[in-house]
């Protein structure tokens, strides 16, 4: 059933494509890769269920939670699970078989997620902030792990040229189930019902998915490959990893790239602050922006996945300058057009078309950093850049943060215009397939 399915999926009527794997790898393909899709279908929907840029910052407000606290979420969800990948990578890099790595990561992140909604219900105000942010940094830790090790694990198990219809297909897969969620959640505060312990039980049920996830992720046939086995006393320092971005011209410029598509992760926030101040903050919104994430899904995974396998770095480009151009007709319209900026069905719109350039942005990044190397350098580019871009990422949200005192449409406008830059910058970078 598995062979069938994967063949239909990814058009393959003769020999199976097995690129860049061994021969014993080769045997597992099907099954592998449907592995893969259910465990990580699971996963999105987690991250969607409990994403901070909404559903977080909802049951915050639901409990009082100082908003110093709220604006630290984002960040530390975001940049906690790359900032510590160089120091983890070292301790990965010696494990043959790293599915069990991942597996662990995800039985954490149950367990932190579960947390927060424990905390919800029984803690108010600073005390329930700081609590919650505590399962963050715990949750984004373990984020971090399941980060470098599922890149591997996906690299040694599935050939290149699959690799990106597989992140398309699992997006697509759980934009339907978001999709689901977010009609939920519109239904329930249309009807009033939405309270803390409503909040509480959604983040409960998005803490399931990755214990789900976990399970289905053990099922999958992994191989040995390659460690680093060298002496302990031949310490390898974060100084001495960054020596990377010097030495190779292809990696350096691909994390200068990547710096810069950072604008449509950081706009998202902002896109919803615009919502609440322009229209109001009814709790309707929130299921209207989930509603918008899933649909984008939905229809844009699948185009992106079939794109990158043909060239990953072109969807980078595409997708960033999508998300900027977006930036600035927001800007435009916030600016000088006092009617639009007053039409609640104008923000969700907007967010869809942020989430299909932004789930572009994802899916071309991870799938040309994966075809870019094998084996231990695969995992020495992906914690090189992940820490470095979590530290740019530090940076500039304190520093969007303190702009947006100011004005929010405005770091929408700077950060869209490093997006254009971005996407010339992806466009010039070599095909990697």
Request: contains cysteine.
């Amino acid at each position: 059933m598995f062979e069938k399915l994967y063949n239909l999926l990814n058009n393959e009527n003769g020999t199976r494509v097995c690129k860049d794997i061994t021969d014993d790898a080769c045997k597992h393909v099907p099954k592998n890769y449907f592995l893969i899709i259910f465990s990580n279908t699971f996963t999105s929907l987690g991250d969607t269920l409990s994403n901070p840029k909404t559903v977080l910052t909802w049951l915050m407000s639901y409990v009082s939670a100082p908003v110093y606290l709220i604006s630290l979420i984002v960040p530390i969800r975001e940049s906690g699970s790359m900032v510590p990948q160089v120091a983890i990578a070292k301790y990965i890099n010696k494990k043959p078989i790293r599915k069990w790595l991942w597996v662990i990561g995800s039985l954490i992140q149950f367990l932190a997620i579960a947390s927060i909604g424990l905390i919800a219900l029984n803690f108010k105000g600073s005390t329930a902030g700081w609590l919650i942010i505590l399962a963050i940094v715990i949750f984004s830790l373990a984020r971090s792990v399941c980060s470098l090790s599922s890149k591997d694990v996906t690299g040694k198990t599935i050939p290149k040229t699959r690799r990106g219809r597989l992140k398309g297909y699992t997006v697509s897969i759980s934009g339907i189930l978001v999709l689901i969620a977010g009609l939920y959640i519109l239904y329930t505060s249309n009807n009033g019902e939405a309270t803390v312990s409503f909040y509480s039980n959604l983040i409960f049920f998005a803490s399931i998915t990755w214990l789900v996830s976990a399970l289905i992720y053990s099922r999958i046939k992994e191989f040995p490959g390659e460690t680093n086995t060298k002496d302990s006393k031949n310490k390898t320092t974060f100084i001495s990893k960054l020596k990377l971005l010097k030495t190779d011209d292809h990696f350096r410029n691909f994390v200068i790239t990547r710096s810069l598509l950072l604008c449509s992760a950081l706009t998202a926030p902002y896109y919803v602050i615009l919502a609440q101040k322009h229209v109001g903050k009814e709790s309707y919104l929130l299921g209207l922006f989930i509603i918008s994430k899933g649909i984008a899904s939905i229809i844009s995974s699948p185009f992106w996945g079939k794109l990158a396998d043909k060239s990953s770095k072109n969807v980078m480009a595409l997708a960033v300058l999508i998300a900027s151009v977006l930036g600035i007709f927001t800007f435009i319209i916030i600016s000088y057009s006092e009617t639009l900026r007053s039409i609640n069905w104008i923000y969700p719109v907007a967010f869809f078309i942020l989430g299909v350039a932004h789930g572009g942005v994802r899916l071309g990044r991870k799938t040309y950093i994966v075809d870019m190397a094998t084996g231990n350098q695969r995992t020495d580019y992906v914690s090189v850049s992940n820490t470095v871009i979590g530290l740019i990422l530090l940076v500039t949200g304190g520093l969007s943060a303190i702009v947006s005192l100011i004005s929010i449409e405005g770091v929408v406008l700077i950060l869209s215009l490093f997006g254009l830059l971005g996407a010339y910058k992806s466009y010039k970078l070599p095909n990697v397939e």
